[in-house]
Nanobody, 120 residues
Framework: VQLQASGGGSVQAGGSLKLSCAHS????????IGWYRQAPGMNRELVAA???????NYADSVKGRFTISRDNAKNTAYLQMNSLKPEDTAVYYC???????????????WGQGTLVTVSS
């Protein structure tokens, strides 16, 4: 199973980006989704999570600005990021699995992330 995050780029503060995460396996719809980010010198942190029933949770730092969604028919997850701030600068990753694993972020492997750079 491969996960490929895409859609990153460089934007000015206040701008928007939409990230996509394509899942190559057949179990996407049966798993929770997590979007994570890792800033330079920092640990990876959970930004947003969505369960199989589409209940969602967000880190306090992104509530009201980021929206997680999924399209099970396309095996793809999305992260819409609005009102971006310089502190949102990081490499963004996605992963899928049981909700407990998504919340803890403990996975054996990670796909390639996508870099988001927000300038002031």
């Amino acid at each position: 199973v491969q996960l490929q995050a895409s859609g990153g780029g460089s934007v000015q503060a206040g701008g928007s980006l939409k990230l996509s995460c394509a899942h190559s396996g057949s179990t996407f719809s049966r798993n929770a989704i997590g979007w994570y980010r890792q800033a330079p010198g920092m640990n990876r942190e959970l930004v947003a999570a969505m369960s199989t029933s589409e209940s969602v949770n967000y880190a306090d730092s992104v509530k009201g600005r980021f929206t997680i969604s999924r399209d099970n028919a396309k095996n793809t997850a999305y992260l819409q990021m609005n009102s971006l701030k310089p502190e949102d600068t990081a490499v963004y990753y996605c992963n899928v699995g049981p909700i407990r694993r998504v919340v803890t972020g403990i996975f054996d492997s990670w796909g390639q992330g996508t870099l988001v750079t927000v300038s002031s």
